[in-house]
């Protein structure tokens, strides 16, 4: 069933107008950030942030500075930080501004 507002613009290659663990990475109309639409058709996540990529049952998040990790339910895991996250093998693997890397256990 179609869900997406019309009104939306579409962007082609984009990871969005596809639903993954329930929400769906859509563009705001009048800005150039993206945020989640539930299957309503209704903003879960709101359009704040640059980008937003799925990954297994999380979400990563960026607003173009920082970085966040969120759960499928849009629970924050890590909040915004000066990171690059990366999610594999059970962990959360960051690495921080200041060039450390941590890994947090999922």
Request: proline share 4%.
């Amino acid at each position: 069933n179609v869900v997406i507002d019309k009104r939306m613009p579409y962007e082609s290659g984009m990871e969005g107008y596809v639903f993954h663990n329930g929400h769906c990475v859509v563009r705001h109309d009048s800005r150039e950030r993206v945020g989640l639409i539930d299957k309503q058709g209704e903003w879960a996540l709101a359009p704040n942030y640059t980008d937003i990529q799925p990954v297994d049952t999380f979400w990563i998040v960026s607003d173009g500075e920082e970085q966040a990790v969120l759960t499928a339910g849009l629970k924050t895991v890590l909040p915004l930080a000066k990171a690059s996250y990366l999610i594999s093998e059970g962990a959360i693997f960051a690495t921080m501004h200041d060039i450390s890397d941590r890994r947090v256990a999922l």
